[in-house]
């Protein structure tokens, strides 16, 4: 008997026709979409863990609670970054190998 697994992410529909043209310039837009709302991402909580650092300060007693929370979002920001950075270089590929696809070669010598 066949096992067969059931894909909820990561399911790629160009699987089931492998004949069908990748649209790398569609891909690129994606790609910037998502790094932009990484950045955004970074930007927002990096923005919530100033906030923290700052109710730290005005409340002595919930102190502790606050740190916590602001390292929380400080990890969270860097995550957001590197998610960013991530898809720059993805968008990157997209971009060549679209160049690639239309024919333009790039003659690198050095």
């Known amino acids: 008997m066949a096992e067969h697994h059931q894909h909820l992410f990561h399911?790629?529909?160009d699987e089931e026709n492998p004949e069908k043209p990748v649209?790398?310039?569609?891909d690129e837009k994606h790609k910037k979409h998502l790094e932009e709302t990484g950045g955004l991402?970074?930007?927002a909580?990096?923005?919530?863990?100033?906030h923290e650092k700052?109710?730290?300060?005005?409340?002595p007693e919930g102190a502790h609670k606050h740190k916590v929370e602001e390292?929380?979002?400080a990890a969270a920001a860097v995550g957001?970054?590197?998610y960013a950075f991530h898809e720059s270089h993805k968008k990157k590929d997209a971009?060549?190998?679209?160049?690639?696809?239309h024919g333009k070669k790039n003659h690198h010598l050095f």
């Open 41 to 43: 991402g970074a930007v």
């Open 11 to 13: 399911h790629n529909k």
């Open 71 to 73: 390292e929380i979002a």
């Open 45 to 50: 909580t990096g923005t919530y863990a100033l």
């Open 23 to 26: 649209d790398y310039r569609k």
């Open 95 to 101: 971009k060549k190998l679209d160049e690639e696809a």
């Open 80 to 82: 957001a970054g590197g």
């Open 54 to 59: 700052r109710e730290a300060k005005k409340d």
